[in-house]
């Protein structure tokens, strides 16, 4: 399924829920989730089976009463005109702090789409591109860079500001 929104849009919006569920913390470390395996977790078609492979990712699961999540739903319901059914987890170290969220959005919007954020991005974007090929777009400068990927029905959008990024993947 392809998303609704366009390129830059879902780099934001990553970034954008990246900042709400970590507080804008700004931690000095290397990602540490393989872009292969986030792609794995992100392929899922339903909140069931996502919830199957993200749980194998033994990261502390984000509960739906986490203010941060609440909010998030509000606004989104109030953007996307219908329902949503959202899944998350998080992973804190000392060096980094890590969140996947999967969505099922229902209403005029109607999608779904995996995010991945992370404090410190250190060799994502090249990870991504050894993985993916080279991206469709991409566009750097001295404070953010994105990068778009299609293939097939899939899009998946980067986008990073500073050290943080946010990676949003439309299954």
């Known amino acids: ?30 990602q540490t989730l393989a872009p292969k395996r986030l792609l794995e977790v992100c392929s899922s078609e339903t909140i069931a089976e996502v919830t199957s492979k993200g749980n194998q990712l033994g990261w502390e699961i984000i509960p739906a009463t986490d203010p941060s999540t609440i909010e998030w739903r509000r606004s989104f319901v109030s953007y996307n005109g219908g329902s949503v059914d959202v899944v998350g987890w998080r992973k804190t170290t000392t060096e980094n702090v890590e969140t996947i969220s999967f969505r099922v959005a229902e209403g005029p919007n109607a999608h779904k789409a995996c995010s991945y954020s992370v404090n410190v991005a250190d060799g994502l974007l090249d990870a991504l591109i050894e993985l993916l090929g080279r991206p469709s777009s991409l566009y750097k400068d001295e404070v953010s860079t994105t990068a778009f990927w299609k293939q097939g029905t899939r899009e998946i959008s980067y986008s990073q500001v500073g050290s943080a990024a946010g990676v949003v993947i439309s299954p």
């Not at 392809?2 to 954008?16: D, E, M, T």
């Open 1 to 30: 399924m392809s998303l609704k929104y366009p390129n830059a849009f879902c780099g934001a919006w990553a970034l954008a829920i990246g900042t709400l569920v970590l507080g804008g913390v700004s931690i000095a470390a290397p």
